[in-house]
């Protein structure tokens, strides 16, 4: 179902692309949006090893398009910089392929929530985000990975 890698020798192994979700912060959800165009909107994100959690509003076009068609991909990068002289860029990339849905298991979504909280806001006491883990209004939005691919050049 999934094209292979045109460039083989870029492919990353998949622990490798893990690892680019793992420590990435932001990348790009895409989704079939209003009128077939494709609609993609960047997001936080944290990735628990198993799936991929955003948190967004209660309404609005991303919520609209997922409840037309759930099928989604996400993609991040790690951009290493230019390669001046060889006119190049050194980056590594990973995107996941699968199907997004609403949150809506008590315990994952409270441990998703309390997830991103930590990866957001890293110097905020667990005093603070005990405080704001009542309220709660964002959605919850999980990603169930169905294939992953990661890209590397210039390492």
Same mark, same amino acid.
């Given at each position: ?9 870029? @492919?990353?192994?998949?622990?490798? !692309? ?6 990435? *912060?932001?990348? /790009?959800?895409?989704?079939? $949006? ?24 209660? @309404?609005?076009?991303?919520?609209? !398009? ?6 989604? *991909?996400?993609? /991040?990068?790690?951009?290493? $910089? ?24 008590? @315990? ?15 110097? /905020?006491?667990?005093?603070?985000r005990e405080e704001m883990s009542h309220c709660q209004k964002a959605r919850i939005l999980a990603m169930d990975i169905g294939y992953l691919s990661g ?5």
């Amino acid at each position: 179902m999934f094209r292979k890698m045109r460039r083989a020798e870029r @492919e990353l192994p998949e622990g490798q !692309a893990k690892e680019i979700l793992e420590n990435g *912060s932001y990348g /790009v959800l895409a989704l079939a $949006g209003d009128g077939g165009y494709p609609y993609a909107v960047p997001l936080n994100y944290v990735y628990d090893g198993e799936r991929i959690y955003f948190h967004c509003a209660a @309404e609005g076009h991303k919520i609209d !398009a997922i409840a037309r068609d759930n099928k989604c *991909s996400f993609c /991040v990068v790690e951009n290493g $910089g230019v390669i001046e002289d060889r006119f190049t860029t050194k980056y590594r990339s990973v995107i996941a392929f699968g199907k997004i849905y609403e949150e809506t298991d008590g @315990e994952r979504r409270e441990t998703a929530f309390r997830l991103m909280m930590r990866s957001l806001t890293p110097s /905020v006491t667990n005093e603070k985000r005990e405080e704001m883990s009542h309220c709660q209004k964002a959605r919850i939005l999980a990603m169930d990975i169905g294939y992953l691919s990661g890209k590397g050049a210039n390492q």
